[in-house]
């Protein structure tokens, strides 16, 4: 397993996520991820499943302290008072008491981002957290909230796959030594069919979607995030350490972006993002 390295941090560079994962498909899954090698897990608070994923840790053979897991405080539990009551709450769903990276899941400007980072930060120095971070957050706001911050911040997870250009972004992640954390890679499914991502994959006897993970961990400090809901796709997902894509191949790859890529902006949750390069 490829690591990466971000502010005193090392992630897997390969994760399991379970958004829009129910209890029952966690409890199915997690356990054979793990089994097979996956030791990053990523849930949140909304995804409504940390009892489940907690749970499929224990039933793994894997120790706790051999997964780097991953949770998000949801927007309305961002007031100091709340934050650390939803914590609490997380670490009892998850089973454990310690998690190892804590997000803030998306901007919420009702509530003063130093209350935000504050919150971050004192339940690291509890212990509770062994690392902090960000998930869509833009720019500006990546910066302030490093210049907030006691703690290193150590990731900001944002939508990332070959159809939207976030070089803005991961520049500015790298220049204060945060990772970028990559989700939606499969870009709701239309990697799969894309004529160039298949063309690069059948040189390669590989498949699309492990083309494009493989694009995303071979970038400098971005992690990616996996996921499926069925045992027998493990495998597929897993298997992207064991070949490299040429510059030329990255660069095509790099090359399907596109003005609209965008897929994930909620309204009310959304900042406003960064230009494209």
């Known amino acids: 397993m490829k690591i990466v390295s971000a502010n005193g941090a090392t992630i897997p560079a ?34 409504g499943n940390e009892a489940e994923v907690g749970e499929a840790i224990l039933r793994s053979s ?22 650390l009551a939803s914590v609490d709450e997380s670490l009892t769903k998850l089973k454990t008491d310690y998690v190892d990276l804590l997000l803030l899941h998306w901007p919420n400007p009702a509530v003063p981002l130093a209350e935000q980072i ?3 930060n004192a339940v690291a120095k509890a212990g509770k957290v062994r690392h902090i971070g960000l998930s ?10 490093v210049r907030l911050s006691d703690a290193p911040l150590v990731t900001n997870q ?5 159809y939207i250009d976030q070089s803005v972004v991961i520049e500015a992640a790298r220049q204060a030594g945060l990772s970028i954390t990559a989700y939606y890679a499969m870009a709701n ?10 063309e690069i994959a059948t040189g390669l006897d590989k498949t699309a979607a492990q083309v494009v993970l493989r694009w995303l961990i071979q970038q400098d400090g971005v992690i990616a995030l996996s996921k ?7 495998p597929e997902n897993f298997a992207i350490f064991d070949f490299e894509l040429s510059p030329s191949e990255m660069q095509a790859i790099h090359g399907l972006a596109r003005p ?3 897929l994930v902006s909620p309204p009310g949750l959304a900042p406003e993002w960064d230009k494209a390069a």
Do not use: C
């Open 14 to 47: 390969l994760g399991f996520g379970t958004f829009r994962m129910p209890g029952n498909e966690v409890l199915e899954v997690v356990p054979e991820a793990l089994k097979l090698g996956f030791r990053h897990v990523d849930t949140a608070q909304i995804y």
């Open 62 to 83: 894997v120790k706790r302290g051999d997964i780097f897991l991953t949770t998000k405080v949801w927007v309305d539990k961002f007031r100091h008072t709340d934050f």
């Open 118 to 120: 504050g919150a971050l």
């Open 136 to 145: 869509n957050y833009n720019t500006a706001l990546m910066d302030e909230a």
């Open 158 to 162: 944002i939508e990332y796959h070959p």
């Open 189 to 198: 499914g239309a990697v799969l069919t894309d004529p160039t991502l298949r």
């Open 228 to 234: 499926t809901a069925k045992v027998s796709r493990l």
């Open 260 to 262: 609209n890529g965008r």
